[in-house]
């Protein structure tokens, strides 16, 4: 396995998941064919910043964006550290750069009247598709669960006694969150025609596809694109954008910004609070369209 070392910290010392440890391992083979084919430089070790430099210069005009140059330059900055740590090199050549700017682009969520049109609306074929889709939607929608996350659901992450979800984030940190009535009638109904299916492969997983294997990222972005496209018109239909929809609805209804918080499973209220700007535009309105001064 290239970068073994660095791999092992990543996963046991630091929790990472393994498809963001695939991702560093990935974002450093490319950089390291890059300096091998250019310099003839067999190891990441023997770099300089001048010839890192080349590399961002090249990404960028092969039309890479900057937000995914910084995410490349982020795992070698990180690998760097790890060597630093490891006493494998004693200078970092990135220790002074500065990341490329990037556009902070706005996530608009789904309105209330787009979700309840899929929910409610919508009639989801009573199979077991359709009821495992209404099921993914109604998660996403009631818990703010990330698209990895749904995906690593298993069995036993549902109590149904409970009616609660174990969930299991980022760096492996676990959280328990509630189950709407109307999610459990749901799962009580999906739970039933998986149990239906002819062979299961995944035992073990919660979501499966209609040949018993275990559901897939780009089928859960498809599922939220093709039935949202029935009802919003907004430019982004993705898993994400349900989880920004879950946070900012919750706020705008007054919740607690440290429990929509521990919802996420967030580790900083930093990372919770790109979600108030809707909750603020919300209080504007509501302040404008009742306080007695307002029409003066």
Not at 8 to 26: C, F, G, I, M
Not at 244 to 273: C, I, M, P, R
């Amino acid at each position: 396995m290239p970068f073994k070392s660095f791999v092992d910290y990543l996963l046991l010392e630091k929790h990472y998941s393994a498809l963001t440890v695939k991702a560093y391992q990935s974002d450093l083979g490319e950089f390291l064919e890059f300096v091998n084919t250019k310099y003839q430089i067999k190891s990441i070790e023997d770099v300089n910043y001048a010839q890192i430099r080349t590399w961002i210069v090249v990404l960028v005009e092969n039309g890479l964006s900057n937000r995914s140059v910084n995410r490349k330059i982020s795992s070698l900055n990180t690998y760097y550290k790890f060597l630093l740590k490891t006493e494998s090199i004693s200078v970092n050549p990135l220790a002074k750069h500065k990341a490329l700017k990037t556009k902070k682009t706005v996530q608009v969520p789904f309105s209330e009247n787009e979700i309840n049109q899929v929910l409610d609306a919508f009639n989801f074929d009573d199979s077991f598709e359709g009821i495992r889709d209404k099921l993914i939607i109604e998660l996403f929608y009631s818990t703010g669960i990330r698209r990895i996350e749904l995906v690593e659901l298993k069995l036993n992450s549902v109590n149904l006694n409970n009616k609660t979800l174990k969930v299991l984030g980022k760096r492996n940190k676990e959280r328990i969150l509630p189950l709407l009535g109307s999610v459990l009638k749901t799962m009580h109904r999906y739970l039933e025609e998986r149990n239906k299916l002819g062979i299961i492969v995944d035992q073990e997983n919660l979501f499966l596809t209609k040949k018993g294997a275990k559901i897939y990222e780009t089928l859960v972005y498809r599922i939220i694109n093709d039935y949202f496209s029935k009802a919003s018109s907004k430019v982004k239909k993705s898993p994400h954008i349900l989880r920004h929809s879950f946070a900012t609805h919750l706020l705008n209804q007054g919740a607690d910004l440290n429990a929509v918080k521990e919802l996420l499973g967030h580790t900083s209220l930093a990372a919770t609070q790109v979600y108030t700007h809707n909750s603020i535009a919300e209080l504007k309105k509501v302040h404008v369209n009742t306080h007695p001064r307002s029409k003066k």
